[in-house]
């Protein structure tokens, strides 16, 4: 499904979101900055956005690792950091999210954009994701999310319900009805407290969550303990 979007996949989070996607990247780089130069990695990575920010956040210093099971929107990560000049930087790994291939406590920062939801097995995934995150180290999880608050709320899920799917299936047409997958995968996810419990029982602590853009997305941040 992911391979058969991929060529479409950045135009239409940026069409679909009105741009918004690219400024939660932003806050999220803002309030999970880098500290020091041990390196970064962002797990289900899918064309490097969030990997990117991380770069540009660290002023080239920082070493950024991209994992995903996607080779087709790894190809297309490859190319923009390539063109952005951060390929010496930014390296590009096809992986699984629950079976990362580094040591432990390898990392400064763990974080994922969008990709938590569709890791198998959610607690795997975050348990994975703690274990190669430095002693101290943050895990940061970017997710959709349902705001509550009338009317937004009323309005914001006959959108992403109804018209979502269809512009998104027009326009990157795919056997796998993927931009029907979005909302529902959306639908079924944890969120707010529930999301930050299960961070917590991965092992981190001091899980806060941040609403963006009146809940239509959530930053969870969470430190691994000592």
């Not at 952005?84 to 999210?97: M, N, P, S």
């Amino acid at each position: 499904m992911f391979g058969e979007i991929a060529g479409r996949y950045d135009l239409l989070n940026c069409l679909l979101s009105l741009g918004i996607d690219r400024r939660w990247r932003r806050r999220t780089v803002k309030l999970v900055p880098p500290d020091g130069d041990a390196p970064i990695l962002d797990v289900c990575t899918g064309t490097a956005d969030l990997a990117l920010a991380y770069w540009r956040r660290g002023g080239g210093r920082v070493s950024v690792v991209g994992a995903d099971f996607c080779p087709e929107m790894l190809a297309i990560g490859m190319a923009k950091c390539r063109r952005k000049g951060a390929d010496r930087q930014v390296t590009l790994l096809e992986a699984d999210a629950q079976r990362v291939p580094f040591p432990d406590e390898t990392f400064q920062i763990v974080c994922v954009a969008f990709g938590l939801r569709n890791v198998s097995d959610t607690d795997e995934g975050l348990r994975e994701m703690v274990r190669v995150c430095r002693r101290r180290g943050r895990v940061a999880v970017l997710e959709f999310s349902t705001p509550t608050a009338w009317p937004l709320g009323t309005l914001y899920r006959w959108y992403f319900h109804w018209v979502l799917p269809r512009v998104g299936q027009v326009l990157a047409r795919n056997r796998q009805a993927a931009y029907n997958y979005l909302p529902a995968s959306v639908g079924e996810f944890p969120q707010a407290e529930a999301l930050a419990q299960r961070m917590r029982a991965a092992g981190l602590g001091d899980v806060r969550y941040y609403p963006f853009t009146f809940g239509i997305a959530t930053l969870y941040v969470g430190e691994k303990k000592s």
